[in-house]
């Protein structure tokens, strides 16, 4: 089998994938959780509990206000300790609903036994209507919430359904695990979604350094309308512009969404939460987390509440080493450091990287020797160095004709730049600063 | 030979006359008609072309002056209310005096006060910190001391204290053109009145959280407890969102509320020192 990949740019992290192979560990919740009414990209939901009040395990406690939010429901019983602002990963204070545990009493509708159930009873609709009211957002990290892309615009018609089974990101072991662990009710996962999408076809793509998942999903979807792919290893394959380039050879236009050449792009983590929800009645309220760093004692695979500390997994995979200088947040290519360790596992945390001293050193940033190197490994194609010198002399209209609003904010240039610019922090920062001139332009 | 020099010389000379008559009708076919009053206006404002007026530079601001009707919101900072009337004499216009403003740092957390809970080493800016996280300190609306105000100051007129990293305002030399209130992602820095002998008393805290928390993370912090809002006597003193201001123009630099404050956030400076205890002082001034 022939491997494809994406054609422009892209870089070779060394991966290190320490906790690769390891079972998923259910983790018992912490004494007190901390969960967000804002754990999505869209508008913050609204609280509906008190301080108080009694909870059990997949009670609603934020509902969604608008089309893009999501509900979010309680993921331990216990009782409310306060409604009130908490630290999140940036250290800037969101509004937060904290519970004390007490027990594990979970809502009676939802189906905890572990038998699998295969047959999809509901229609297209009822499907969205499961995922609306379990909170499902995508899971690979970006946190849009899932209902909105099933929801096909008008005059657009999904032809694909592309499961994004590629973890490009170092480090990150969770949706290998899921594939290695949860295969069957990912694949009916899989058949969900296409129903919900009134798609014929599926590709689940996977990076070729998990021959393991791949041969796995290809004896599951055997006989299946579900075809697995297998791909060459490169970063950031896992992003959805460049995993269409990947498998279907289509390009999604600037400013586009794959939605318009045809597709839609769900992670595996995202599709197992929809299996969830739909066939066993139960909201997203734990997600699979990789705890790992060259140094922890035991890296691993958690299955955690939404709301846990941070600190409380690092505990469970051996506690915090020594040789300790950075706790990201996510993968090592696009997470970030977090400023404290109390701040609580949301819907988008799919790892924990610990990063030692040494890993973490940064090389004094010098001028650019004008080497290119960014520019040729720009998976969109841009110009990370022009884009830097726009940036810093705030030339912000200039950085909106040179596309900047189509960066992923991979990181790709930041990582190969031999003298070590800040690439994409000043991208980042034109990107905010356009995004609020195109605003500001649509308010006139 | 001499009659190659000859030829050449006339030549050009028959070129350059030609050219010469057919620009000075272009130039005069096409002239543009400007006021001379504007460069005579540009000649007399302060040339630091900063942008404080609101205008592009100097020679925007100058045309605006020449060309407005209404000079209400044509005001120069730098020159200040002198160069202001300059000009209005030139123009046979009046100007519309302002009081004169200087900026000033609403931040104490040096990290004697405001801990500093982890190290921060992406690229020195504050926009770019400001985007990522809340800061070193963990306050969200703190300074976060990589000096963005420094780099816009085109005065010299603010400078990093190494011992506290916190930017400070040189009076004498501050034009108030705004540049460092721009620069700063968290708007710490504010115009305020400028006062006799550089006087001043402000909050100087911006942070809008509930007092528990925000003494959390700075000893110094604002707490919104209202104690300055009650002994007050011009009523010069709002609370908003957890947080004290002191209208500049209303107050009369009493010096009340600097007493009262039980975190030392707000600041008077450049005052002869109190001749009594802080708690005395009080006492007496209630009585």
């Not at chain 1, 007490?102 to 295969?118: A, F, M, P, Y």
């Not at chain 1, 066939?279 to 790992?292: A, D, H, S």
């Not at chain 2, 008559?21 to 400007?34: C, P, S, W």
């Not at chain 2, 402000?202 to 809002?229: D, L, P, R, T």
Request: some cysteine; hydrophobic content about 40%.
């Amino acid at each position: 089998m022939k491997l494809k990949t994406f054609s422009m740019g892209g870089v070779h992290p060394p991966e290190n994938k320490l906790s690769a192979g390891r079972e998923i560990r259910e983790l018992s919740p912490s004494d007190v959780v901390v969960i967000p009414v804002s754990q999505h990209l869209g508008t913050p939901s609204k609280v509906i509990v008190e301080r108080g009040d009694q909870v059990k395990v997949g009670q609603l406690i934020a509902r969604a206000e608008g089309f893009v939010s999501t509900n979010i429901h309680a993921s331990v019983s216990g009782k409310v300790s306060k409604v009130d602002i908490f630290p999140d990963s940036s250290g800037y204070r969101r509004l937060a609903v904290q519970i004390k545990v007490n027990g594990d009493e979970w809502v009676e509708t939802i189906d905890r036994s572990g038998t699998l159930v295969k047959e999809i009873s509901l229609d297209a609709e009822e499907i969205r209507k499961r995922i609306v009211e379990a909170g499902i957002v995508g899971l690979g990290g970006a946190t849009f919430p899932t209902h909105v892309k099933l929801t096909t615009p008008r005059g657009k018609k999904a032809e694909y359904l592309i499961v994004n089974g590629v973890e490009c990101e170092p480090y990150l072991t969770s949706d290998h695990a899921l594939m290695m662990e949860r295969s069957s009710a990912l694949l009916v996962g899989i058949q969900i979604m296409m129903k919900g999408l009134g798609v014929e076809k599926a590709i689940l793509g996977i990076e070729s350094n998990k021959p393991d998942a791949i041969s796995r999903m290809q004896e599951i979807t055997r006989g299946t309308a579900i075809s697995v792919q297998g791909l060459k290893v490169k970063y950031p394959q896992g992003g959805e512009k460049q995993l269409v380039k990947a498998l279907l050879n289509r390009e999604v236009p600037s400013g586009g969404l794959p939605i318009d050449v045809g597709v839609v792009v769900f992670n595996v983590g995202t599709v197992h939460a929809a299996y969830e929800a739909v066939q066993k009645n139960k909201p997203l309220i734990e997600r699979v987390v990789t705890v790992t760093g060259k140094y922890l004692k035991q890296p691993s695979n958690f299955r955690v509440r939404i709301g846990t500390p941070v600190s409380h997994l690092i505990e469970q995979a051996g506690g915090l080493p020594e040789d300790t200088a950075k706790v990201i947040n996510g993968g090592p290519m696009m997470g970030k450091a977090l400023a404290s360790l109390d701040v609580p596992v949301v819907k988008g945390t799919s790892g924990i990287v610990l990063i030692s001293n040494e890993e973490a050193r940064r090389k004094a940033v010098i001028q650019c020797i004008r080497c290119t190197r960014c520019v040729q490994v720009c998976p969109m194609g841009l110009e990370p160095y022009l884009m830097m010198n726009l940036a810093e002399k705030e030339m912000f209209e200039r950085m909106e004709t040179e596309r900047v609003l189509d960066c992923i904010e991979c990181g790709s240039c930041s990582y190969t730049c031999p003298s070590s610019r800040p690439l994409l922090d000043y991208i980042r920062l034109g990107k905010a600063e356009v995004a609020k001139l195109v605003r500001s332009r649509k308010a006139v | 030979m001499n009659q190659i020099i000859i030829v050449t010389i006339i030549t050009l000379v028959g070129i350059g006359t030609a050219a010469a008559v057919i620009l000075y009708f272009v130039a005069q076919r096409f002239k543009v008609y400007e006021d001379p009053r504007i460069d005579e206006v540009e000649e007399a404002l302060p040339g630091a072309n900063c942008g404080g007026c609101g205008y592009a530079g100097c020679r925007a601001f100058a045309e605006a002056l020449v060309k407005n009707e209404s000079w209400d919101d044509l005001y120069c900072p730098v020159g200040g209310n002198e160069n202001m009337a300059k000009v209005a004499e030139l123009l046979g216009k009046e100007a519309v005096e302002q009081a004169p403003q200087v900026a000033v740092v609403r931040c104490y957390g040096t990290p004697e006060f405001r801990a500093r809970t982890n190290e921060y080493d992406g690229a020195p800016t504050c926009a770019i910190a400001h985007q990522l996280y809340a800061g070193e300190g963990g306050c969200p609306h703190g300074c976060l001391g990589l000096g963005d105000c420094v780099v816009a100051c085109d005065f010299d007129a603010i400078h990093m204290n190494p011992a506290t990293g916190l930017p400070e305002v040189v009076d004498d030399k501050c034009t108030a053109c705004g540049a460092c209130v721009e620069a700063c992602p968290r708007d710490i820095i504010e115009l305020r009145k400028k006062n006799k002998k550089d006087r001043k008393i402000f909050v100087c805290c911006i942070n809008e959280e509930k007092g528990a928390v925000a003494i959390k993370n700075c000893k110094v912090a604002c707490i919104g407890c209202s104690k300055c809002y009650d002994v007050c006597p011009y009523d010069a003193i709002t609370m908003n969102n957890n947080l004290a201001y002191i209208d500049p123009v209303k107050c009369k630099l009493c010096r009340k509320c600097v007493v009262v404050c039980p975190t030392n956030a707000i600041h008077e400076i450049n005052f002869p020192p109190r001749k009594t205890e802080k708690t005395e002082a009080v006492e007496e001034e209630n009585k």
